[in-house]
Nanobody, 120 residues
Framework: QEQVGESGGGWGQPGGSVRLFCVAS????????MRWHSQEPGKQRELVAE???????DYLDSVKGRFTISRDNVKKTAYLQMNSLKPEDTAVYYC??????????????WGQGTLVTVSS
């Protein structure tokens, strides 16, 4: 079936870097928008970064200049490069992708999340 899965989460120190990966798989005809969201325990999930099918990006204000979202359509992968990490970046990060299947159906996919912990 069509799905996305995240990897790359783990520990990072303040000022350091972490890179997240989101791989889409299945009967995918086209990847549309891909997004990264974050969620702290007990808090609402928040959109962190978005990249459209033609490469346009948008970011949460607090991560502008520090995080970069990118994509590789051949590999069906989205990346989140997280630089200049801050403790408040600590959260579970979820990948979200809008796709068109080979059967021309539109799907909104969510990954299971990957934890990023930023601490000294």
């Amino acid at each position: 079936q069509e799905q996305v899965g995240e990897s790359g989460g783990g520990w990072g120190q303040p000022g350091g870097s972490v890179r997240l990966f989101c791989v889409a798989s299945g009967s995918i005809y086209k990847l549309n928008g891909m997004r990264w969201h974050s969620q702290e325990p007990g808090k609402q999930r928040e959109l962190v970064a978005e990249i459209t099918s033609d490469g346009r990006t948008d970011y949460l204000d607090s991560v502008k200049g520090r995080f970069t979202i990118s994509r590789d359509n051949v590999k069906k992968t989205a990346y989140l490069q997280m630089n200049s990490l801050k403790p408040e970046d600590t959260a579970v990060y979820y990948c979200n992708a809008d796709i068109v299947t080979n059967w021309y159906s539109n799907l909104d996919l969510w990954g299971q999340g990957t934890l990023v912990t930023v601490s000294s």
